[in-house]
């Protein structure tokens, strides 16, 4: 082997482009932001400079955005139970299977990559309604006598939300399962587990890093969407990501939008590092 | 008395491929059983399917004169020790070996008792609460037999347990397990392509090709009555020379009992094999060196006659070059004559 004249960087230096580049385009805008949080709105106009904490107790105290908070996180917590739950049952479905039917499967999970997020809404929005697909076809079945409209309901926002990120909880969920050696699930029945028992018993906790990554991932998805709430959603139901929006655009509130927007940035980043705390304390590492 | 395990006109096919094909086995109680056979032979297969992991495509399994071949894997009380270990990762040693004895319903007042005791046995005791990442590869397999004993099933299973461990710590779990099976005397069917590990471990020897039973008897018997040509040339090492009516017509082959009419081989073990003066020997061959090989303390003479190359072994290096003429000779006893297919 020929030796090193020059000793090779450590592979932390090898990060510094991508964070630099990260910090320009991410960061830069992200302090800006974080200013804005502090200034003020006058009534006519967008903002005043000035170092004040009013958006900030605006959004902390004020019961209908502190409603709007609350069922922001609570949609998200749902809906990635949902999302977690589904991709892992597609996953484990696929990993089961060989050849061309894990293929055909495979296929199908990623599907919903392919379309982007406003085909999602706009599917759903004809699927969902009172003259939609599912209502016809319930009717058409005879499951249901009358027309039935889920539009506009927290059902259908779920569903359009778990559709988003189902897909890249579904791989997140395959590659961790990938690594489990298939030789402990045929153990497992062969010491007299069930095949129930052999999956809450082995496979889950095996897959649990990647069921948290899954986790982490549609929770921050779905606090970041809005459209799909919005579009999808009852009326009565404003996500974090509509009101940023609202008072971005519609009532020319920067600092307030900021503040909303810092919240929601810290709220996400807790819920990540408690997560991932949540992984690194199962015992020690085996995987 | 039932026997433990009795398998009846067994089959498995895959497609168009069969792998085991009707296989008849009766396995009594405290026998250790080897299945010996190169890889592809059914030998894996037919573990699998005793053990459940497997369905078979007909025959019958009974295990303690119960049929159990609609049972899956873990309704039947067979326990197996794999290859990998498949130690679960997620768990200590002492969960590893709980796991099965919750699973098949044992108070959990008898567990720690016989998991202690069990560890004692195979001497991991003082690894009870480690986990399988931080135990080498010879330990990790002492607690996945430890784990398997320890449910004190009806038939202990071993999937090429020691064929991903280094020659010494074969060895050495190779007694372990000898050691085991006379001080515990579990009834045992165990895999292998290794033919030193099967000599040494079992009570019986099946040994298998292309998914049937080619030969079931003591290793010894194996050995120095082959069945077949197939096992007389798997086990150790052999010589073969394919004779018909016209061999040696021309002086260059002597044998003291010639085999009746057709073609038939003839094989001859190189340790029953001696260089001769002609006229020395009942049985000799005159045959023409083709290599001399140094083993290390001893030379290997390889030579070709005109029915099939000879080899035998050498304490001191002969003064022979490749093309030199050699008489080999051999006595009656230790031939074996088989019909050519």
Redesign the interface.
Known sequence: MMRRLIPAPSPAWLVLPALGFTLLVFGVPLLHLLRMSFNTHPPDGIYELAWSLENYVAVLTDPVNLRTIRDTVLLSLITAVVTVVLAFLFAHAVWKRKGRVHLVLLAIALCPMLVSEISVIIGWRMFFPANGFLSYALVGTGLAEQKVNLLGTRFAAIVGLSYISVSYCFLTILSVMNAVDRDLITASGDLGASPLRTFLRVLVPLTMGGIIGAFTQAFVFSMGIYAAVNALGPDSLWSIGYEIQRQMLSRRDWPLASAFAVVLIVLISLTVIGLHALRNRRGPRHD | MTPRLQLTALRKTYGSFTAVEGTDLTLGEGEFLTLLGPSGCGKTTTLRLI???EKPSSGRIEINGKRVDHL???KRD???V???G?L???LTVTENMA??LK??GVPSSEIPGRIARMLDVVQMGRFAAR????MSGGQRQRVALA?AMV?EPSILLFDEPMSALDLKLKLELRSEIRRLHRELGFTAVFVTHDQSEAMTLSDRVVIMNQGRIEQSGAPVETFERPASAFVYSFLGESCQLAIDADAGRDGSLRLANAPGAGRHLLFLRPASLRRVSPGEAPNEADARVAEVEYLGGSYRLHADAPSGRLSLDLSEAPALAPGDGVTIGWDSADATWFPAP
Do not use: E, W
């Not at chain 2, 986990?131 to 931080?134: A, H």
């Open positions: 053990g459940g992991m899956p894997s873990y067979t326990a197996t794999f290859q990998s498949a679960f990762p997620h796991y099965g699973m098949r986990y399988p990442s931080g784990r449910v």
